[in-house]
T-cell receptor, first 115, second 112 residues
Framework: NAGVTQTPKFQVLKTGQSMTLQCAQDMNHNSMYWYRQDPGMGLRLIYYSASEGTTDKGEVPNGYNVSRLNKREFSLRLESAAPSQTSVYFC??????????????FGAGSRLTVL | GEDVEQSLFLSVREGDSSVINCTYTDSSSTYLYWYKQEPGAGLQLLTYIFSNMDMKQDQRLTVLLNKKDKHLSLRIADTQTGDSAIYFCAESRYSSASKIIFGSGTRLSIRP
């Protein structure tokens, strides 16, 4: 049971190049998220998908696009990478408990460097 | 506002108690969470507390919630080297269950 799997783990890009970060979950969760983590800034939400076929912007969506291909997969695309997008990217899924608690399960992260 | 704030660093001696603090601004927060991130890994849930509770204890972990001051703390008793990590406070609310807001994280380091 892998949980949330992200690929690649590491990537180096040149400014202007494009790439897609992949995320797949085997937890049968509806909601999936993409966060970026920068030193001293915690986790900031880029995009989320409440269910298959829907996506919504988070706090920092500029420069990114997402695709919710099916229930399992949620990809994040950088069309023209910029040095400001150097970061560690985390995919997560959400378990919503009847009590109202919302617990996220995270992937191991993808470290992206843009030169 | 939607801020969740934490201090960035905490250093404690092995065997002492660690207290990591968090403040939040939104009084409609329903659940507050503590996540732990070990080096090179994703975040893992440690514990959470419902907003109508004052305290929750789970083995070495004690969570205290002061709703009046919007202050949350995580106490780790008998801190061990394996507790070295970044600890994130987070909140969610009924009005926007999909939106979970994280603090900046507190890096806990353990000295011998």
């Amino acid at each position: 049971n892998a949980g949330v799997t992200q690929t690649p783990k590491f990537q180096v890009l040149k400014t202007g190049q494009s790439m897609t970060l992949q995320c797949a979950q085997d937890m049968n969760h509806n909601s999936m998220y993409w966060y970026r983590q920068d030193p001293g800034m915690g986790l900031r939400l880029i995009y989320y998908s409440a269910s298959e076929g829907t996506t919504d912007k988070g706090e920092v969506p500029n420069g990114y696009n997402v695709s919710r291909l099916n229930k399992r997969e949620f990809s994040l695309r950088l069309e023209s990478a910029a040095p400001s997008q150097t970061s560690v990217y985390f995919c997560a899924t959400r378990t919503a408990f009847r009590s109202g608690a919302n617990v996220l399960t995270f992937g191991a992260g993808s470290r992206l460097t843009v030169l | 506002g939607e801020d969740v704030e934490q201090s960035l660093f905490l250093s404690v001696r092995e065997g002492d108690s660690s207290v990591i603090n968090c403040t939040y601004t939104d009084s409609s927060s329903t659940y507050l969470y503590w996540y732990k991130q070990e080096p090179g890994a994703g975040l893992q849930l440690l514990t959470y507390i419902f907003s109508n509770m004052d305290m929750k204890q789970d083995q070495r972990l004690t969570v205290l919630l002061n709703k009046k001051d919007k202050h949350l703390s995580l106490r780790i008793a008998d801190t061990q080297t394996g507790d070295s990590a970044i600890y994130f406070c987070a909140e969610s609310r009924y009005s926007s269950a999909s939106k979970i807001i994280f603090g900046s994280g507190t890096r806990l380091s353990i000295r011998p």
